[in-house]
């Protein structure tokens, strides 16, 4: 067998530095991004895999080659997401009238569905006994906690990757041992994505990518497997659903 570690998104802020961070613990990473930026100076330690558009085949397809390859995957960490994309043009609403059906479709597009295609993917790589799913999710996404309002297509999207998230964690823990799913949020963290909404952050509050991989990685390893699905943000601390 062949235990791995995944990081999908592996060129983004915080996915970098999580493959980083994978690195510096002695793991072996499978590093999957769309191809931008892929890091050459990462070490014989990372495999990494060009994915131009994360669709349904290509995701299965990659997916099969791993299964082949006997492959299984420890910890899997799933960094898809858009805040603001000036290309398309996706940007927060403000107002309702902001609204628009194009980044919508954009937004659930990045963020809940390519998420969704992972989970149903990866199941058939995962370790059997003791797998760890990560989803980097938002606390904007918690239906519980929203009081500012605005950001319309940001929150429903992180909404709907956490409910897929919860829904794929029963079936997991009926097709695997003691799975662990976990829906995180991971602060404002110093990021393209964070960048235009950073202003308003206290300088103490605004995370380096490194840091924040060490948080979650520490913290992911101390959470009860009893439950199989979790919400959490980057102090450890529950967030409510
Ligand atoms: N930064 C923050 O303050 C913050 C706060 C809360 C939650 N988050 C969440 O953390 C995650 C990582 O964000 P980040 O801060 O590291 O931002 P980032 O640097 O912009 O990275 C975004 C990631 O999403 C992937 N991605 C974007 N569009 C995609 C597409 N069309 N198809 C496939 N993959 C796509 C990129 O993958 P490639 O490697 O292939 O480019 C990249 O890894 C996101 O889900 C975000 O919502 C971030």
Redesign the pocket.
Known sequence: MNRQTLVV???????KALVAALIERGDKVIAV??G?DIDDTWPEAVTSYRLK??TDENIATLINHLHQNKVKISLAVV?????HDEDYPVAPEKRLEDIDENALLRYFA??SI?PGLWLKHLIRVMDKGQPTLVC???RVGSISDNKLGGWYGYRAS?AALNMLLKTASVEYARRLRQPLLVSY?????D????HPFQRNVKPDKLFT?TFTARQLLQHIATLDRQQPCHYIDWEGKVVTW
Do not use: E
Not at 9 to 15: M, Q
Not at 79 to 83: A, D, N, Q, V
Not at 185 to 189: A, W
């Open positions: 998104g592996a060129t983004g802020g915080i996915g991004s769309r931008r558009s994360h960094t898809t997401g858009i805040l990045v963020n390519i980097l999710s938002a992180k949020h991971p602060g404002t963290v990021t393209a994505l964070s990518p």
